[in-house]
């Protein structure tokens, strides 16, 4: 199935990896491209954004670069102007910036460590959509996607304290619904996915033993991949998902619906 997003545009933030392989903003970024978008790539680091929009422009596709730091309003804020500058409208918001770290509890946090998760994770999320909802109205509507984490769904009980991060991701599952409940008649749509033990670059540094402990303790034995979660946001981006709004869609293996028992 090809076009899917065929004449509408996207922007994805923390679209380019930190590292080798396929983060779950490229993936994205390449299937929204794939399906006929025309997409904005979002990063703080502009020449690994431009590898992968050179990348995208070799299979034929149509990617633009915008560079810059989004936890800054007037960045987000040029960062929706260059989309509608670039390509005349703005129809998809895939709001992939995050960061892991933040390990500690209440009691061990600092402040500091706590402001700059939040800041990352949460605050650059409203920064963005706050700047592209206008451009989306003035599109006739559009879609929002939030990443969140099992983080904000499970807590990592049984890991080192992440108190930070599960509060900033469970976050973006209010603003999530709060988006969608105040936008609901304007068709503009708001869905949340929650990434479960994906092995992306993000994670690659935990080494060999936690990859296999993180696949482990998934229901289906199995690991998933950054393209796992690219395929469920091309649905939310699309027309398919018209009457989807308010939902998060764990893409996780079922380790958010089924729990085990120890045995």
């Not at 990896?17 to 983060?23: A, F, S």
């Not at 800054?72 to 960061?99: Q, S």
């Not at 708001?190 to 993000?202: D, F």
């Not at 393209?227 to 469920?232: I, K, S």
Request: some cysteine.
């Amino acid at each position: 199935m090809a076009g899917r997003l065929e004449g509408k545009v996207a922007v994805v933030t923390g679209a380019a990896p930190r590292g080798e392989g396929v983060g779950n903003g490229m993936a994205t970024a390449i299937l929204f491209a794939r399906e006929g978008a025309r997409v904005v790539l979002v990063n703080r680091n502009a020449e690994r954004a431009e590898t992968l929009a050179r990348q995208i422009r070799d299979e034929g596709g149509a990617a633009a670069v915008f560079a810059g730091d989004v936890a800054k309003p007037e960045v987000a804020e040029a960062m929706a102007a260059f989309a509608v500058d670039t390509y005349g409208r703005l129809d998809i918001l895939h709001n992939n910036v995050g960061i892991g770290g933040g390990v500690g509890t209440p009691e061990g946090v600092a402040l500091e460590t706590w402001n700059k998760v939040l800041e990352v994770n949460l605050t650059t999320t409203m920064l963005c959509t706050k700047y592209c909802l206008p451009r989306m109205k003035a599109s006739g509507g559009g879609s929002v996607i939030m990443v969140s984490s099992i983080a904000g769904a499970l807590g990592l009980m049984g890991s080192a304290g992440a108190v930070a991060y599960s509060t900033a991701k469970a976050g973006l599952h209010g603003f999530t619904l709060s988006v969608a409940a105040d936008y609901a008649t304007q068709n503009i749509r708001a869905n949340c996915i929650i990434v479960g033990s994906v092995h992306t670059p993000m994670v690659a540094g935990m080494g060999d033993e936690a990859r296999e402990r993180r696949k482990n303790m998934v229901p289906m034995k199995t690991e998933g991949t950054a393209w796992d979660v690219a395929h469920g946001a091309v649905y939310l981006a699309s027309d398919e998902s018209r009457w989807v709004t308010g939902i998060l869609l764990p893409i996780d293996g079922g380790l958010v619906a089924l729990r085990q028992w120890p045995r």
